[in-house]
């Protein structure tokens, strides 16, 4: 008897049990099926779009450096201006310049809608160089205040386009890292604004210096453009949807770029559903909140 009960007992050790088998065979499919979703969600290279966000981030940086780029050479400024000790214009020749970024501001989205990204970009350039010309060469009061308030008109312009930008054409899962490069770029032309205004104290009219040197980075923000890609979604918005395709293989890959366009399209649908008009943030439903 006991050899028939150790016989039967060795005999359920050799035998696996079903329940083994079905867990051998859940975890096999389990190991199958996250090798199948790791090449399913597997991330477009960030590289290919890393050029075009920090040519779209020179308009921050410029951003930065028109904000602190009157803070060493003030008093020097007033002195060769004539106005020194009027407090009132040198409030005016540090602030005017945000007076014309709320107009540039107010434009953009029109601008940005209206002609591209690219072009958005070159147009906010444009006032940057001149103005920032104007400041340079001037020799009174009202040529560098007209100049800093054409300044602000690029300066809101930039910014703001280039935040639509980076977020069209960064691969989502470095969108946000790629979003917080428009800040430090501000951050940096601040910096860079007061450490070029250091010789100000030293070198006669070097604020001249200050202003005229702005004029290369947005002269290189202007050309640059030219090699960058066009925002997908802008195009894909025109009905250029074979131009946005191509712009979409340059930024995220050939083996990406379908994958994009029917994610645009679903979105695009979506829109036409949900489009809200300006008068119904004052009327309707959607005024509750205000």
């Known amino acids: 008897m006991w050899g028939h009960y150790r016989e039967n007992s060795f005999m359920y050790k050799r035998t696996p049990s079903k329940d083994n088998s079905n867990m051998e065979d859940v975890e096999a499919n389990s ?7 790791g090449k399913e969600t597997s ?26 780029v009157v803070n060493e050479p003030l008093e020097s400024i007033s002195l060769d201006l004539g106005f020194h000790g009027n407090t009132l214009a ?10 014309g970024a709320f107009f540039g501001c107010l434009l953009s989205g029109w601008i940005a809608d209206g002609v591209g990204r690219r072009r958005a970009f070159q147009l906010s350039a ?34 703001a386009v280039a935040a639509l930008y980076v977020t069209e054409v960064s691969p989502a899962f470095v969108r946000g890292t790629y979003g917080a490069f ?28 200050c202003f005229g040197l702005s004029t290369i980075p947005a002269a290189i923000l202007a050309l640059a453009m030219v090699f960058c890609a066009e925002s997908p979604h802008w195009l894909y918005k025109q009905g250029r949807t074979a131009e946005a395709e191509v712009e979409f293989e340059r930024l995220l890959g050939v083996s990406e ?16 559903t949900d489009t809200v008009k300006f008068s119904e943030l004052l009327h ?7």
């Open 126 to 159: 444009l006032p940057m160089i001149v103005g920032a010309s104007m400041s340079a060469a001037t020799n009174n009061l009202f040529g560098m205040l007209v100049g800093r308030l054409i300044v602000g008109t690029g300066l809101g312009l930039g910014p």
């Open 90 to 99: 040198e409030g005016l020749v540090v602030s005017i310049c945000l007076g």
């Open 43 to 68: 991330n477009p290279s960030w590289k290919r779009s890393l050029p075009h966000v920090l040519v779209a981030t020179i308009s921050s940086f410029l951003f930065g450096y028109h904000l602190g």
């Open 284 to 290: 309707g439903h959607h005024s509750k909140g205000i």
């Open 31 to 37: 190991d199958l099926l996250d090798n199948c979703m």
């Open 182 to 209: 428009i800040q430090i770029a501000t951050c940096f032309g601040i910096l860079g604004s007061l450490f070029i205004g250091i010789p100000v104290k030293e070198i006669s009219g070097w604020w001249r210096v």
């Open 257 to 272: 770029a379908k994958f994009a366009i029917s994610q645009l399209s679903k979105v695009d649908r979506g829109d036409d």
